[in-house]
């Protein structure tokens, strides 16, 4: 796997060289051309699939490079990092975050479908770094997305680590901890609002000139039911704890309860459908063992008809739901049993997959030519010979 892991961040570092505010890339250039107009303008073309603006997708960049670099038996993973391509891509991220923290001023980025030719709702300085669109690809309500400045924040802290262990570059450096200390102000100051006299919340996006979306979450990560998640460290746990309760109820528009599940649903999806991506995260950071068993039931039966955990489900009819297969659910789950239960499944998989080997060899008549006893030795040839697609 580390030659594909390799190849992914050095994917990802030339695609960020070629537009670090695009969200999504073409495997091929695409000449802009020979595609319409109106794909034209949403910036599409050459390298560039999509162009929304999430900043969710650079603190997963910078996460990538840590979890890479923190990975065990990886030999010298410094290497990588060290390469001009990796390093580039780095700073120009940086250099992309002081610019959209002062987005009115200073941004280049337009997007067609956005208000004000593509400039977007306004905004004031917050320190926060602004976005356009949420994890879910939906747009934002307000600029300044507060669980994903949160998510940007745990993963500055972790790339002013990884500086320290590589490039040692000064600029890095000094730019990630002074992101870190506008951020923090900025959440502090706009993202914690009084819904009730002597009731604080986080908020879920604010604007920086006094309007807040409140008493709503995504379901996607970075959220703020994920908030212990996300590496923010110097968050407000009271407040936390007010938040998470409000969020899962039904002061929030989006909680939804039937008679088989209930849960965050989102407006990308249609009412009375709620994610498994929230249901995982609300039993990782439930502090309740009935309350995680009982999540995990749920989420099992989010798997309905085919196995495989779903993008959204009825909260009163698991038999509807969308995108059959969500490779983002299947892993949450994965991450919960693993977390809640202390089962490791890749060792599962593995015995599972071998069994299966076991059994498919043993309806086979032959033999070996002096009629001995299969040995381990074979299986494990097999194995080696065997392409896993």
């Known amino acids: ?41 949403l ?22 490079l840590w979890n890479y670099h923190q990975s065990p038996g990886v030999w010298q993973p410094g290497q990588l990092l060290m390469e001009p391509l990796v390093h ?25 479908e956005l208000e004000r030719e593509g400039l977007g709702p306004p905004c004031g300085y917050t320190g926060m770094v602004w976005s356009a669109f949420r994890a879910s690809d939906d747009p934002q309500k307000y600029s300044y997305n507060i669980p994903d400045n949160m998510y940007l924040w745990g993963a500055l802290a972790r790339l002013a680590k990884l500086n320290a262990a590589t490039w040692q570059d000064s600029y890095i450096a000094a730019t990630t901890q002074r992101l870190m200390n506008d951020v923090h102000e900025g959440i502090t100051k706009h ?37 212990p998640l996300l590496g923010y460290e110097l968050y407000d746990q009271q407040v936390y704890a007010t938040t998470r309760t409000r969020i899962l109820s039904p002061a929030n528009p989006y909680f939804f309860s039937g008679s088989e599940l209930r849960g965050l649903g ?55 739901f969308t995108r059959p297969e969500f490779g983002w659910a299947n892993a949450m789950l994965v ?26 060899e043993g309806h086979e008549a032959r033999m070996p030519a002096n009629k001995g006893r299969d040995i381990p030795q074979y299986y494990e040839q097999l194995e080696a010979g065997i392409i896993h697609e």
């Open 43 to 64: 910036g599409r073309g050459g390298w560039v699939w999509t162009r929304n603006f999430e900043l969710d997708s650079v603190a997963y960049f910078f996460n990538f």
């Open 88 to 112: 580039d891509a780095v700073v120009t991220m940086l250099r992309l975050l002081e610019v959209e923290q002062h987005h009115e001023q200073r941004s280049p980025y337009r997007y067609s």
């Open 266 to 320: 989102s407006p990308h999806t249609d009412s009375q459908f709620v994610w498994p991506l929230a249901t995982a995260v609300e039993a990782l950071t439930s502090n309740s063992t009935t309350q995680q068993a009982e999540l995990l039931r749920m989420l099992l039966k989010m798997a309905f008809g085919n196995g495989l955990v779903h993008e959204s489900v009825h909260v009163s009819s698991i038999s509807r």
């Open 191 to 227: 993202g914690i609002v009084e819904v009730q006299p002597g009731v604080r919340m986080y908020a879920y996006e604010v604007d920086g000139l006094g309007n807040t979306l409140v008493d709503f979450d995504d379901p996607n990560l970075p959220s703020l039911l994920a908030l």
């Open 335 to 360: 991450v919960a049993v693993e977390s809640l239960l202390g089962v490791d499944c890749d060792a599962e998989a593995e015995v599972h997959r071998l069994a299966g080997i076991a059994q498919r």
């Open 1 to 41: 796997m580390r030659l594909v892991l390799e190849g992914a961040i050095r994917a990802q570092s030339y695609f960020i060289l070629q537009d670090p505010w695009a969200n999504a890339y073409n495997p091929k250039y695409i000449p802009p051309s020979i595609i319409s107009k109106y794909d034209r303008q």
